[in-house]
């Protein structure tokens, strides 16, 4: 997911150097959105794994 993150930054950069703001402002949305759904996942799956304890198969 991270990936995705940066690949939107970088098109986002790009689109900014050459000149394409409505482009670049749309990667950066894009990129931000899903950087926050990352970020809300990993947090999830910290909790959940706290509450689980040291179980192991």
């Known amino acids: 997911m991270l990936r995705w993150v940066l690949i ?3 098109v986002a950069v790009i689109a900014a150097i050459l000149g394409f703001g409505g482009i ?3 990667a950066a ?3 931000k959105i899903i950087f ?3 970020v809300v996942l990993f947090v999830i799956s910290l909790v959940v794994r706290l ?3 040291n179980k192991r198969l």
């Open 24 to 26: 670049a402002g749309a």
């Open 8 to 10: 939107f930054f970088v």
């Open 51 to 53: 509450l689980q304890g």
């Open 36 to 38: 926050f759904i990352f």
């Open 29 to 31: 949305e894009i990129a």
